[in-house]
């Protein structure tokens, strides 16, 4: 996971581990999509998939995934601002 000021608070805030992230991560349905595929722009020709999931009661999560060369990277896991 990209440690961003965002991912870093909020795992502090509700006490997860990074098993538990990886667990949330594992239980993303295709219902819990809420944006994507979505041009990178940060790199050109890769997409990204931002989900947003209940993962602690009345606490939604943004989490935004980039799938590339058969591996998940993790680059926004965090309280959903909206």
């Known amino acids: 996971m990209v440690p961003t000021v965002k991912n870093r608070n909020s795992k502090r805030k509700y006490g997860l581990s990074q098993y538990d992230i990886e667990d949330y991560i594992a239980s993303l349905e295709a219902e819990d999509l809420y944006k994507g595929p979505e041009p990178d722009r940060d790199c050109p020709g890769e997409e990204?998939?931002?989900?947003?999931?209940?993962?602690?009661?009345?606490?939604?999560?943004?989490?935004?995934?980039?799938?590339?060369?058969?591996?998940?990277?993790?680059l926004s896991c965090h309280e959903d601002e909206n």
């Open 48 to 74: 990204l998939f931002i989900f947003k999931k209940e993962i602690i009661p009345n606490v939604i999560f943004y989490t935004k995934l980039k799938y590339k060369n058969n591996q998940i990277k993790i």
